[in-house]
Nanobody
Framework: QLVESGGGLVQPGGSLRLSCAAS?????????TGWFRQAPGKEREGVSY???????YYRDSVKGRFTITRDYAENTVYLQMDRLRFEDAGDYYC???????????????WGQGTRVVVSS
Protein backbone atom coordinates (compact mmCIF):
# COMPACT_ATOMS: atom_id res chain seq x y z
CA GLN A 1 0.00 0.00 0.00
CA LEU A 2 1.24 3.46 -0.91
CA VAL A 3 0.25 6.55 1.04
CA GLU A 4 0.98 10.05 -0.23
CA SER A 5 1.17 13.13 1.96
CA GLY A 6 2.53 16.65 1.91
CA GLY A 7 0.15 18.35 -0.44
CA GLY A 8 -1.40 21.69 0.34
CA LEU A 9 -1.82 25.29 -0.69
CA VAL A 10 1.25 27.19 -1.79
CA GLN A 11 1.92 30.46 -3.56
CA PRO A 12 3.69 30.56 -6.91
CA GLY A 13 7.39 30.32 -6.32
CA GLY A 14 6.90 28.36 -3.13
CA SER A 15 7.92 24.83 -2.19
CA LEU A 16 6.34 21.61 -1.03
CA ARG A 17 7.71 18.19 -0.27
CA LEU A 18 5.52 15.22 -1.07
CA SER A 19 6.02 11.86 0.58
CA CYS A 20 5.11 8.41 -0.68
CA ALA A 21 5.27 5.89 2.13
CA ALA A 22 5.09 2.18 1.38
CA SER A 23 3.68 -0.04 4.08
CA UNK A 24 5.77 -2.94 2.86
CA UNK A 25 8.57 -3.67 0.45
CA UNK A 26 7.64 -3.58 -3.19
CA UNK A 27 6.79 -6.90 -4.82
CA UNK A 28 9.57 -8.61 -6.73
CA UNK A 29 10.56 -6.78 -9.90
CA UNK A 30 8.64 -3.63 -8.92
CA UNK A 31 11.74 -1.53 -8.70
CA UNK A 32 10.47 1.81 -9.97
CA THR A 33 8.52 4.43 -8.02
CA GLY A 34 6.97 7.22 -9.99
CA TRP A 35 5.17 10.46 -9.25
CA PHE A 36 2.23 11.49 -11.41
CA ARG A 37 -0.17 14.38 -11.37
CA GLN A 38 -3.59 15.09 -12.72
CA ALA A 39 -5.17 18.50 -13.08
CA PRO A 40 -8.94 18.89 -13.42
CA GLY A 41 -10.07 17.97 -16.91
CA LYS A 42 -6.63 16.73 -17.94
CA GLU A 43 -5.03 13.36 -18.29
CA ARG A 44 -2.71 11.99 -15.67
CA GLU A 45 0.89 12.76 -16.56
CA GLY A 46 4.18 11.42 -15.31
CA VAL A 47 6.31 13.84 -13.35
CA SER A 48 9.33 11.85 -12.24
CA TYR A 49 10.53 8.41 -11.30
CA UNK A 50 13.31 6.77 -9.34
CA UNK A 51 14.60 3.23 -9.68
CA UNK A 52 16.03 0.92 -7.05
CA UNK A 53 19.46 1.91 -8.39
CA UNK A 54 18.55 5.56 -7.72
CA UNK A 55 18.33 6.38 -11.40
CA UNK A 56 16.05 9.37 -11.72
CA TYR A 57 14.15 10.99 -14.55
CA TYR A 58 11.96 14.09 -14.83
CA ARG A 59 9.54 15.52 -17.31
CA ASP A 60 11.00 18.57 -19.01
CA SER A 61 8.73 21.10 -17.33
CA VAL A 62 9.94 20.20 -13.83
CA LYS A 63 13.64 19.67 -14.49
CA GLY A 64 15.71 21.87 -12.23
CA ARG A 65 12.75 22.53 -9.93
CA PHE A 66 11.71 19.10 -8.64
CA THR A 67 13.90 16.49 -6.98
CA ILE A 68 12.96 12.88 -6.32
CA THR A 69 14.76 10.95 -3.61
CA ARG A 70 14.36 7.72 -1.70
CA ASP A 71 14.85 6.86 1.95
CA TYR A 72 15.36 3.13 2.09
CA ALA A 73 15.23 2.96 5.88
CA GLU A 74 11.82 4.67 5.90
CA ASN A 75 10.61 2.92 2.73
CA THR A 76 9.58 6.34 1.50
CA VAL A 77 10.05 8.24 -1.74
CA TYR A 78 9.99 12.03 -1.67
CA LEU A 79 9.30 14.65 -4.29
CA GLN A 80 10.75 18.02 -3.39
CA MET A 81 9.01 20.68 -5.45
CA ASP A 82 10.54 24.13 -5.61
CA ARG A 83 9.63 27.28 -7.57
CA LEU A 84 6.13 25.99 -8.01
CA ARG A 85 4.01 27.34 -10.83
CA PHE A 86 0.28 27.56 -11.39
CA GLU A 87 0.54 24.71 -13.89
CA ASP A 88 2.01 22.40 -11.23
CA ALA A 89 -1.32 22.24 -9.41
CA GLY A 90 -3.22 18.98 -9.33
CA ASP A 91 -3.64 15.70 -7.54
CA TYR A 92 -0.29 14.00 -7.15
CA TYR A 93 -0.03 10.23 -7.04
CA CYS A 94 2.84 7.88 -6.46
CA UNK A 95 2.97 4.45 -8.01
CA UNK A 96 5.17 1.39 -8.26
CA UNK A 97 5.99 -0.41 -11.45
CA UNK A 98 8.46 -2.67 -13.17
CA UNK A 99 9.54 -0.48 -16.07
CA UNK A 100 11.18 2.96 -15.82
CA UNK A 101 8.69 5.17 -17.58
CA UNK A 102 6.64 8.33 -17.27
CA UNK A 103 3.66 6.49 -18.70
CA UNK A 104 0.99 5.60 -16.16
CA UNK A 105 0.40 2.34 -18.02
CA UNK A 106 3.75 1.05 -16.73
CA UNK A 107 2.58 1.20 -13.10
CA UNK A 108 0.30 -1.21 -11.29
CA UNK A 109 0.32 -0.14 -7.65
CA TRP A 110 -1.09 3.30 -6.87
CA GLY A 111 -1.67 5.49 -3.87
CA GLN A 112 -4.76 7.60 -3.23
CA GLY A 113 -3.13 10.92 -4.04
CA THR A 114 -2.47 14.24 -2.37
CA ARG A 115 -3.65 17.59 -3.67
CA VAL A 116 -1.38 20.49 -4.55
CA VAL A 117 -2.97 23.90 -4.99
CA VAL A 118 -0.90 26.76 -6.34
CA SER A 119 -2.60 30.07 -5.81
CA SER A 120 -1.72 33.65 -5.04
Amino acid sequence: QLVESGGGLVQPGGSLRLSCAASESAPDHYFVTGWFRQAPGKEREGVSYITSDDLTYYRDSVKGRFTITRDYAENTVYLQMDRLRFEDAGDYYCAQGRTPSLSARAYDIWGQGTRVVVSS
